[in-house]
C-alpha cells in the first residue's frame, strides 16, 4: 500500500509544481487537500507496516533482491518532484560486490524510500544525497544513505527512531507521521539486520543499514 500511496503523493506534488500560475487558487487549494488526505493516508498505513510485519512478526516471504538494483531505481531526481527552487543531486558509490541480500522486496524498498524521502525533505535548497553499498566480510552488506542536510542535535540521535518522535523544529513546518524511522528500525530488525544514524547538526546526516547477504550460487 505504501508504494502507491507514495506515488500518488509524488504525482500531487508533480501537479502543483508543473501547473504553476495556471491553478487557480481554488483548484491549488484541492491539490493540497489532496496531499494532505494522502499524507495522513500514509501514516497510518507507515504505522500498520511497523506493527503487523514488525512488531508482530508478520512471516514474510524472503527472496533474493539486489539492493544496487532498488536503489538505482529510487536514486533519481524526476521520481522526487521538489518544490520551485530546490534541487537535488545523487551519489552513488557501490562497492559491495556481491549485492544479493535475504529479504521481502517490497519492505525494503519503503525502508530505503523513507530514507531517501527524508534525506530530500530535511536537507536544503540543493541537496546532495549519497547512496553507498560495502561488504562486512561476516556475510551481511552495509548500506548508506547519506545527505548534505541540517543534521540531527547529538541528544535526539537514538530517539528518532521511537514512535511519534519529530523534532519540535519540524513539527511546524515540514509534515510527517513521525512513524517512519520507527518502521525503517523494525523492518531492518526483521531481516536480521540493523540500522544506525550518524549525524553531526549542521552537517548532515547518514543512515546505516546493515543487511544478510543472499549467496550467490554459481553452477559450473
Not at 508504494?3 to 493540497?32: D, H, M, N
Amino acid at each position: 500500500l505504501r508504494l502507491p500511496i507514495g506515488r500518488a503523493l509524488t504525482w500531487c506534488g508533480a501537479l502543483e509544481i508543473k501547473a504553476g500560475e495556471r491553478l487557480t487558487e481554488e483548484e491549488r487549494e484541492c491539490v493540497r487537500e489532496a496531499e494532505r488526505a494522502v499524507e495522513e493516508t500514509s501514516g497510518e498505513v507507515e504505522k500498520m507496516i511497523a506493527v503487523q510485519v514488525c512488531e508482530h512478526t508478520l512471516k514474510v516471504h524472503f527472496r533474493e533482491v539486489d539492493i544496487h538494483q532498488l536503489l538505482r531505481g529510487w536514486a533519481s531526481a524526476e521520481r522526487w518532484p521538489l518544490a520551485e527552487g530546490r534541487k537535488a543531486r545523487f551519489e552513488m558509490d557501490f562497492g559491495a560486490e556481491n549485492p544479493m541480500v535475504r529479504g521481502e522486496r517490497d519492505l525494503l524498498a519503503s525502508l530505503f524510500q523513507n530514507l531517501i524521502g527524508n534525506a530530500l525533505k530535511y536537507g536544503g535548497e540543493e541537496v546532495t544525497v549519497r547512496l553507498a553499498t560495502q561488504e562486512r566480510g561476516n556475510g551481511k552488506v552495509e548500506v548508506a544513505v547519506e545527505d548534505n542536510g541540517q543534521g540531527i542535535p547529538a541528544e535526539a540521535v537514538e530517539r528518532v527512531f521511537d514512535k511519534d518522535f519529530r523534532l519540535a523544529r519540524d513539527r511546524k513546518n515540514i509534515k510527517g507521521s513521525g512513524w517512519g524511522l520507527y518502521m525503517v528500525r523494525r523492518i531492518a530488525e526483521a531481516h536480521g539486520g540493523s540500522v544506525r544514524l550518524e549525524s553531526e547538526e549542521g552537517r548532515g546526516s547518514r543512515f546505516v543499514v546493515v543487511l544478510c547477504h543472499k549467496k550467490k550460487w554459481i553452477m559450473l
